[in-house]
């Protein structure tokens, strides 16, 4: 990430390829834990009670044990700086 100097100015071509850069971030570490967390024979996020809700009927006829070691889960991030220092 990027260390916080005292009275440093960021322009705004910065902040924008600081926002990007985190977001990446975020993504890449966000679907390497996910990856990890299929591995377990839990689903301690609840990625299943949140299908099951939103699905009720098709939850009916799915084998969620059998099937999320290998769902496909898709990460989005957004990552935006509101405030800083002072911007150029």
Do not use: C
């Amino acid at each position: 990430m990027v260390e916080s100097l005292p009275h440093k100015e960021i322009r705004w071509e910065e902040k924008e390829e600081i926002e990007r850069k985190a977001e990446r971030m975020i993504k890449e570490e966000s679907e390497k834990l996910i990856a990890k967390l299929q591995g377990l024979p839990t689903d301690p996020v609840g990625f299943g009670k949140k299908l099951r809700i939103a699905y009720p009927r098709e939850w009916k006829t799915l084998d969620w044990e059998r099937i999320y070691p290998e769902a496909k889960i898709t990460v989005n991030s957004s990552f935006t700086i509101t405030q800083t220092g002072l911007f150029r």
